[in-house]
């Protein structure tokens, strides 16, 4: 990230709570944008920390925000809760997964759907998140000895999900390279292929997306279906069109779609590149006083 970007983010934290979510996982989301006072949910939304210092006028107490959706899965959750004598935190309903915990969100799936409980931390909850990041590291080398032949082919870790590149490869071998990757997944069927902009993303099988993770910290933070408050929601993938979505359906705020050409999209407004988001970023800090965001677009 540019310093002159940072110092965007940076302004446009002071003034308002500010997330990065990304498909790349938290970790390296964070070495590349290097500011304290953000929320960051990585893997696709599915780890979500608060800010580490507070930015000045940020109402929200953000703390106590850690959460990973990523852990999950019926027969996962049964395996450890037969190795531990913990007590399950939510419902006793066998189609209740318990997914992960840190700080004060619990976090249940009934049939793969989240629900988001307030509560504390579980151990073994912790312990299935663990044996979830094992399972994608055995994805994670199966698929890059897989790609190794394919000139080009680069498969990234991301924590709770890999993305398998193939913006370098010969066109001709693409469909070759999408059939190694179905074939691998058929072994993991609690794993899921979508598509990214010249990249295959596999992610958990669970209702967990970047959308799901823009709810979540609306609602977690108290905005939810506040008349004065409007979330902006910038990106420029097709994971992202979740999260516009979700801004839609709430009929709350907008979302901004990042492309240089006409796309389809639920994203209310667009601008064409990172510099106009720069440029946008520092005009809401400017008018920051202002009741209606969209009279800076
Ligand atoms: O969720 P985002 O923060 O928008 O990240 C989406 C993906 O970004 C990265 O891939 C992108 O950059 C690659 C070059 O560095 C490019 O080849 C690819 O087409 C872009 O999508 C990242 O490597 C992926 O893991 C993310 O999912």
Redesign the pocket.
Same mark, same amino acid.
């Given at each position: 990230m540019s310093e002159e970007m940072r110092d965007a983010v940076r302004g446009v934290a002071k003034h308002f709570p500010t997330a990065i979510v990304?498909?790349?996982c938290r970790d390296k989301v964070f070495n590349f944008v290097k500011l304290n006072e953000l929320y960051y949910a990585g893997s696709h939304g599915m780890d979500i920390k608060g800010p580490t210092v507070q930015s000045n006028n940020v109402e929200a107490s953000a703390e106590a925000v850690h959460f990973q959706a990523g852990s999950e899965f019926l027969p996962v959750i049964e395996e450890v809760t037969k190795q531990t004598s913990t007590t399950r935190l939510s419902s006793s309903s066998a189609n209740t997964l318990l997914l992960v915990i840190e700080n004060f969100v619990v976090v249940s799936a009934m049939h793969g759907t989240p629900v988001l409980f307030h509560g504390t931390r579980s151990q073994h909850a912790a312990k299935t998140n663990l044996m979830y990041e094992s399972r994608v590291v055995q994805v994670y080398r199966t698929l890059t000895s897989k790609m190794e032949p394919i000139p080009g082919a680069k498969v990234?870790h991301?924590k709770f999900c890999l993305?398998v590149?193939f913006?370098c490869v010969q066109e001709e071998e693409w469909e070759s390279l999408n059939q190694e990757v179905r074939s691998v997944l058929k072994e993991y069927p609690d794993l899921k292929l979508t598509h +990214?902009?010249?990249?295959l993303?596999i992610r958990p099988s669970i209702k967990w997306d970047k959308g799901k993770a823009l709810e979540f910290l609306i609602k977690s933070l108290g905005y939810a279906g506040r008349s004065d408050v409007f979330p902006i929601y910038i +990106?420029?993938?097709r994971?992202?069109e979740d999260a516009f979505k979700v801004l839609r359906n709430m009929g709350q705020g907008i979302g901004i779609l990042v492309s240089k050409y006409p796309k389809e999209t639920a994203a209310s407004y667009s601008l064409r590149e990172p510099a106009e988001v720069k440029e946008f970023l520092r005009k809401l800090v400017k008018h920051s006083q202002c009741d209606v965001a969209t009279e800076i677009i």
């Open positions: 990304s498909g790349r990234e991301n993305s590149h913006r +990214g902009r010249k990249v993303e +990106g420029d993938d994971t992202d």
